[in-house]
């Protein structure tokens, strides 16, 4: 069975701190995976990615997967209270496969 | 944002009653989703459709129908709701081209 697991499952850091966010999959013959935030509503795109070792950024994210090892992760640096949000990422086979999500808390 | 609005936003309702929740696009994208959120599940597909009356089921269907009569509405139809489908209803929508989905604001249910 298709499986996505997110680590760790929450999480609370300070403001200026580094996180880095797990996602890894037990899925064959997926297309890309996307990770998107999601605060008090909808959840938000941030990144899709297809090709391995490839880093995709934006500002203080970025992400990279790794096809090989069946993960990826997303780092944000210097945090600041309005990363706090859930973190979901899902692998595109057809339909989306989400994992369970990672809460990040930043505290001031 | 992407134009999906859903409605209601907040319903409470009594078990064994139906509910029918609406999402509406003006994308015109081909493809629409139902998932519901629920604490240490993320997100589950309820239902997904592919076009004008091309519905099918997702990983979590049992107790939900879905209709598609128009491009821009999907509806998700409760026929009896139970206790166990209190949850955040979230509907999405994507082009056959691009993976990515984009996301309506949810409804919030509540079945007591």
């Known amino acids: 069975e298709d499986k996505v697991v997110q680590s760790p499952l929450s999480l609370v850091v300070h403001e200026g701190d580094t996180v880095t966010l797990n996602c890894s999959y037990e899925?064959?013959?997926?297309?890309?995976l996307l990770w998107y935030k999601q605060e008090k509503k909808a959840p938000t795109f941030l990144f899709m990615l297809t090709s391995s070792g490839i880093e995709k950024k934006s500002g203080r994210l970025s992400s990279i997967l790794d096809k090989k090892e069946l993960f990826s992760i997303l780092n944000i640096t210097a945090t600041q209270t309005g990363d706090s949000a859930i973190y979901l990422c899902?692998?595109?086979?057809?339909?989306?496969?989400f994992g369970q999500g990672t809460t990040l808390q930043v505290k001031p | 944002d992407a134009g999906i609005t859903q409605s209601p936003r907040h319903k409470v309702t009594e078990t064994g009653t139906p509910v029918t929740l609406r999402c509406h696009q003006t994308?015109?994208?081909?493809?629409m989703y139902w998932y519901r959120q629920d604490p240490g599940h993320g997100l589950r597909l309820i239902h997904y459709?592919?076009?004008?009356?091309?519905?099918d089921k997702g990983e979590v269907s049992d107790g939900y129908s879905v209709s598609r009569s128009k491009t821009e509405d999907f509806l998700l139809t409760l026929e009896s709701a139970t206790s166990s489908q209190t949850s955040v209803y979230f509907c999405a929508i994507s082009e056959p081209r691009t993976e990515t989905q984009y996301f309506g604001p949810g409804t919030r249910l509540l079945v007591l």
């Open positions: 899902a692998v595109v086979k057809g339909k989306l496969i």
């Open positions: 899925v064959t013959n997926f297309r890309s």
């Open positions: 459709s592919y076009g004008v009356k091309d519905t």
């Open positions: 994308e015109n994208h081909r493809y």
